[in-house]
């Protein structure tokens, strides 16, 4: 009888533990993050909330930190404004880089801003959730070979989880995308929150 | 038909009246023709420049391919004639193709543009070829043939290649046949962190970068045939963008472009325009109008004896009204064709006036159309101006003869305004032909009638004020100038003439003041008196831990870098406590409000700035209370909204704005309303905080750097890529020099036309004052008859017209104020400038001009024998 009291007790403190610890998902990216030209209620952070609450209950929350134009050097600066605040966040899912190919900008360089971000994250004991990408054909096969590789890299060497791609379903199909053919549309965001939800629930 | 012979008998019995009228008429409809032939040449110069940005009169573009209904839906609007290219663009990496090179090739991001060998339309892409020296090879036609690629000079830097040698962009390789040396399709709504490649069109496929997942601009161009250009430009352009706008209403994914609507700058430019000349137009036949009126009034006064000895004598009333009338006609239409032979001398040397501004290759042609209404106004619409006088000829009888003095002036208000109606809806009908907008025609009305409104009633109280004057001088000083004291006191005795003295006078001071400053109120909107500071280069994505190293990067190489500038992302949440989807729930649902309710449900770029700097001005409100928020005297941190950017969302001074900066809420109170100059091309945010608010949230900034050459550039490009590599530049030189240069030549147009306005308005104003001064002849007969001297009645007249001139002009310069404020604010969207100068010039040579003309008169008149003056006048 007393080893069951003493187990029940133990399960009753991590619980309480759990509870006050709420997971709380910062969605660190660009326009695609924001929900350009969308209500901020049909971009992917807002469904992920939903998600989230209806599985691990209303304190848990997901965190709508996308910038528009933003580029992966954005990245450092902006995770340690989030880490000040009073949400601090346990998970991330960093979006970050497609601004850097738009740009033309080194792959080289996206990468180390990537891993920069990263390791912030860890030091801060925030598990990451790196968002893969692919660029569109028309940039050249080489360009768009390095790109897509450097994410699986990052993910490798920095031994964090990587959704594959993206916008897996989304890309290059009108009618999940807003009339730029980039961003995508409300229908988009409920296969990214797809997307996302699927390579993000075995990190909770 | 004796009234026919009557009338041309009037015509030639009276040769001066008859060449007064016939001037007066002919310099209105000269200033509208010279004005409308301007007009339509000026909107051909710069219609040819905004087809050039576009390459054509019209584009249909989309990131898909335009399907074949799409096409013949589109090709089906255009008129026969019409010529049609098509175009594909997107960014990729070109690498150079070079021997030596070790390892993988350099490739930078390019902006490429396949285009068909047509390309372009309009305007020329001027280049030098492989020698280094300008080209005017049909290169556009060779890309067709061979794989050759024409390139910005930013691609030879940044590759290291030079023309000659090859770059491969996907699976093609492409010979550099030259190097771009102007573009006219660069303007400001094409900034592109890219340099631009030119291949032809045939060779996009075999890059292999046109295929499923690419991202390609398809833009099918449309040049319309030049008899269209050129007849209605822009007016056709704009038609079928609307058709072509019907068409794809929901088809959101197809963009179209006229050459007008291509760059928000030019077209707010071309608007602005086209509305400044149409006021123009119509300030010149308003004037003439009021000349005309004014001449047929005095014209019926000194002849109603005569048309009542013809009454008494048997004929019909209609009669006189029909003599009257045919007059009219008959020297309204000498007056016209006068006006187009006026016009047809005038206008060389305009053209020659307006080279320097508008380039020598500028045709000034008399519009066929412009001639039809001139002919038309003058001779119809001088009889239906003059309507007011013939509703007075109704009432004459041989009464008439035995009294002393018959005004046609007074006839019955309700009965004057149903014969002036049909000249209000005249000048309505021209002022919304003029302005393309009914707008601009009612505003014109109404601001005229309200104009008149107060220069009578303020006339009727001025001159009545005067002869208690005339009195309390003559009781309470020794002055005893009794010519003078005539005049004051005079202005009592005959003020209902002296009263449409005023108000035309008025009206015409009011008119011709209010031109110079709309006139400086759109320079200085169009143009930028920070030309030192002008941006060469934007420096975007500075992170705020690079601010400082940049700052010091530039110092070090000596570059001016203007004001950095924090972006800070954020969604307006709520206004008033209200989230942004409830403020308008309980509002019926209409087009507008959801664009508006749209607009508003955006993200935003926030700035923070303590104070209003030069490119600003204060439109409503107060400056922030402190440069940062304080939190122990301030309830809420401060906010200053762009004022077009309020009028869109609807958001007012004192309102409570919660932005979601980050997750992170942030209020503010709406203080003022800021009029951005745009033309100075500093950056600037519809949303400014107070400092200390939002200082900490996650922000990049924008930076400027003036005075920059190409090397400069492009070595800073280099350098930056290696120490700052987020950070992109934009070359801004050349879309701001081309949007400046126009704004400029738009400006000068404006200026010349404000200087033919006041030479218009100052020659009709002549005709006027001659015909006033000739109407005080009689007065200065009796007056020499009753053995007043030389001096005393010279005195007498010019006093009397000197007070009306100076008064009236005063009180019409007061009204022009308020008519620069009011198409300031309705008309152009632009800041109202105290120009008083501009205004107060134009009114002192109204008076000065009436002075003259009085003066002239009046020493002409005192010399004649009092008995010829009586003949005449009788």
């Keep these: 009888m007393k080893w069951i009291l003493s187990f029940l007790s133990f399960l009753s403190l991590n619980s309480t533990a759990l509870a006050v610890t709420p997971v709380v998902v910062l969605c660190l990216g660009d326009s695609l993050t924001e929900g350009l030209e969308i209500s901020p209620d049909a971009a992917f952070p807002a469904l992920l909330d939903k998600r989230l609450k209806k599985k691990l209950g209303p304190t848990a929350e997901a965190l709508n930190a996308g910038i528009s134009g933003s580029t992966s050097a954005s990245g450092p600066s902006r995770l340690k404004f989030h880490l000040g605040s009073p949400k601090k966040p346990t998970h991330m899912i960093l979006e970050l880089g497609t601004n850097d190919a738009l740009r033309g900008l080194p792959v080289t360089a996206m990468k180390k801003n990537l891993e920069d971000t990263i390791k912030i994250a860890k030091e801060n004991k925030i598990k990451v959730l790196l968002a893969g990408m692919k660029m569109p054909p028309s940039y050249g096969p080489a360009y768009a070979k390095s790109f897509e590789e450097a994410f699986k890299l990052v993910a490798r060497e920095q031994k964090v989880a990587l959704i594959p791609f993206f916008l897996e379903g989304v890309a290059a199909h009108p009618e999940f995308n807003l009339p730029d053919g980039l961003h995508p549309n409300p229908q988009g965001h409920r296969i990214i929150t797809e997307t996302v939800w699927k390579n993000l629930e075995p990190l909770l | ?874």
């Design chain 2, 1 to 874: 038909m004796i009234w026919r012979r009557l009338a041309w008998r009037e015509i030639i019995n009276t040769p001066k009246f008859s060449l007064f009228f016939i001037l007066n008429i002919a310099l209105g409809l000269t200033g509208f023709i010279t004005v409308t032939a301007l007009k339509s040449s000026i909107d051909q110069s710069l219609s040819g420049k905004s087809r050039e940005i576009l390459g054509a009169d019209i584009a249909v573009s989309a990131f898909r391919p335009i399907t074949f209904d799409e096409i013949t839906a589109f090709d089906a609007l255009v008129p026969r004639g019409t010529r049609i290219a098509e175009e594909s663009g997107w960014v990729s990496m070109v690498a150079a193709v070079t021997e030596s090179s070790h390892g993988a090739p350099p490739a930078r991001l390019m902006e490429i543009r396949a285009v068909d060998p047509t390309f372009p339309f309009y305007g020329e892409v001027a280049f030098t070829g492989e020698d280094g020296k300008p080209s005017t090879d049909p290169i556009f036609r060779q890309m067709e043939v061979e794989p050759l690629a024409l390139a910005a000079p930013e691609l030879y830097f940044q590759l290291d290649l030079k023309p000659g040698q090859s770059v491969k962009i996907g699976d093609q390789v492409f010979r550099l046949r030259g190097t771009i040396a102007s573009d006219p399709s660069t303007s400001s709504a094409s900034f592109s962190i890219a340099p631009r490649i030119y291949i032809g069109r045939k060779w996009a496929h075999q890059t292999g970068l046109i295929q499923l997942g690419s991202r390609i601009t398809r833009t099918r161009q449309y040049a319309l045939p030049a008899q269209f250009s050129e007849a209605q430009a822009p007016s056709d352009a704009e038609a079928l963008e609307a058709k072509f706008k019907a068409f794809a209403k929901t088809r959101s994914d197809l963009r179209i472009r006229s050459h007008t609507s291509a760059t928000d700058e030019l077209g707010r430019i071309l608007k602005f325009l086209g509305d400044y000349l149409g006021i123009i137009a119509l300030v010149a036949i308003i004037l003439s109008g009021i000349g005309g009126n004014f001449l047929i009034l005095a014209h019926v006064r000194s002849k109603i004896r005569d048309l009542a000895i013809l009454q008494s004598i048997g004929a019909r009333p209609s009669s006189a009204r029909w003599i009257i009338g045919w007059q009219m006609i008959l020297l309204g239409f000498g007056g016209a064709i006068c006006a187009v032979a006026i016009a047809a001398m005038l206008l060389p040397a305009i053209r020659e006036i307006l080279a320097p501004f508008l380039g020598t290759g500028i045709k000034v042609s008399i519009q066929k159309d412009s001639v039809i209404m001139a002919l038309i106004m003058g001779t119809l619409g001088t009889p239906i101006a003059g309507l007011p006088v013939f509703m007075h000829l109704d009432g004459m009888s041989a009464a008439t003869l035995f009294r002393e003095h018959e005004d046609p002036s007074k006839i019955k208000n309700s009965r004057w305004l149903l014969a002036a109606a049909p000249s209000i809806a005249i000048i309505f009908g021209l002022a919304s032909w003029q302005a393309r907008s009914p707008k601009a025609g009612i505003l014109f009305l109404v601001i005229t009638g309200i104009s008149i409104l107060i220069l009578a009633a303020s006339g009727t109280i001025l001159l009545r004020a005067l002869a208690p004057v005339s009195r309390m001088i003559k009781q309470q000083t020794r002055w005893r100038s009794w010519p003078l004291l005539m005049a004051l006191r005079h202005t009592r005795r005959s003020s209902q003439n002296l009263i449409v003295s005023f108000v035309t006078l008025g009206l015409c001071a009011a008119l011709i003041s209010a031109v110079p400053q709309i006139q400086a109120i759109l320079t200085s909107e169009l143009t930028s008196s920070e030309k030192t500071a002008l941006p060469g280069l934007f420096l975007f994505d500075i992170q705020p831990e690079q601010e400082a190293p940049l700052r010091n990067f530039l110092e070090s190489r000596n570059l001016s870098s203007g004001s950095f500038s924090p972006l800070i992302r954020a969604r307006l949440d709520r206004i008033n406590d209200k989230g942004i989807g409830e403020t308008f729930d309980n509002i019926p649902g209409t087009r507008e409000r959801q664009s508006e309710e749209q607009f508003k449900n955006r993200t935003y770029n926030l700035s923070v700035r303590g104070r209003l700097t030069g490119s600003e001005a204060l439109a409503a409100g107060r400056e922030f209370q402190t440069v940062t928020f304080d939190r122990t005297k301030q309830d809420l941190p401060e906010i200053s909204l762009e004022k077009r950017f309020a009028e869109r969302t609807g958001i007012r001074l004192d309102d409570v704005l919660e932005f979601n900066v980050q997750g992170v809420p942030v209020k503010g109170r709406v203080v003022n309303l800021r009029r951005v100059r745009w033309a100075s091309f500093q950056p600037n945010f519809f949303v400014q905080f107070q400092k200390g608010v939002i200082d900490d949230a996650p922000r990049t900034y924008l930076g400027t750097v003036t005075e920059t050459d190409f090397d400069t550039t492009q070595k800073l490009q280099r350098e930056l890529a290696q120490s700052f590599s987020n950070i992109s530049i934009v070359d801004v030189k050349a879309s701001v020099a081309r949007i400046l240069s126009i704004s400029e030549q738009v400006a000068l147009a404006i200026t010349a036309m404000a200087m033919l306005c006041l030479v218009a308005g100052m020659g009709v104003l002549t005709a006027i004052t001659l015909q006033q001064s000739r109407a005080r002849s009689y007065e200065t007969a009796i007056l020499k008859v009753l053995g007043a001297s030389f001096r005393e009645v010279y005195v007498r007249v010019l006093g009397e017209a000197a007070i009306v001139a100076f008064f009236a002009a005063a009180t019409g310069l007061a009204i022009s104020f308020g008519i620069a404020w009011v198409l300031s604010v309705f008309l152009f969207d632009g800041a109202w400038v105290f120009a008083a100068k501009a205004a107060v010039i134009p009114a002192l040579l109204i008076v000065a001009l009436t002075i003259f003309i009085t003066m002239a008169t009046s020493r002409m008149a005192l010399r004649t024998k009092a008995r010829n003056l009586l003949q005449a006048e009788l």
